[in-house]
């Protein structure tokens, strides 16, 4: 499996970003798919997932009401809009796909040592 991420940029606080991921190869019945985030010496954080059986969502505190992932299954394709962006929300962000799971909220628990496949990081940067 391939995860291609794009999307990523430059944005002033208060704006908005939209991170694609497309998925291509192997297909599986059940996953999930998500998004982490990494900053300069900090372990990678679990941001949102999406269910790919049910389409339950999840998503961290710090990003609850202001982010949205959603999917597209026709073009295997996960996406992130970004809104009301914070300098805090600065970060290399990964899409990642755990495979065999049905719930979103298990991404979170799971963690990002179980991820089974990742795309490469795009960097987001929000000025203030």
């Known amino acids: 499996v391939q995860l291609q991420a794009s999307g990523g940029g430059l944005v002033q606080t208060g704006g908005s970003l939209r991170l694609s991921c497309a998925a291509s190869?192997?297909?599986?019945?059940?996953?999930?798919m998500g998004w982490f985030r990494q900053t300069p010496g900090k372990e990678r954080e679990f941001v949102a997932s999406?269910?790919?059986?049910?389409?339950?969502?999840y998503y961290a505190d710090s990003v609850k009401g202001r982010f949205t992932v959603s999917k597209d299954n026709t073009k295997n394709t996960v996406y992130l809009q970004m809104d009301s962006l914070k300098p805090e929300d600065t970060a290399v962000y990964y899409c990642?796909?755990?495979?065999?799971?049905?719930?979103?909220?298990?991404?979170?628990?799971?963690?990002?040592?179980?991820?089974?496949?990742w795309g490469q990081g795009t960097q987001v940067t929000v000025s203030s």
């Open positions: 190869g192997r297909t599986f019945s059940r996953y999930v």
């Open positions: 999406i269910s790919s059986s049910t389409g339950g969502t």
């Open positions: 990642a796909a755990d495979i065999g799971i049905t719930s979103a909220q298990s991404m979170r628990w799971r963690g990002a040592r179980t991820i089974d496949y």
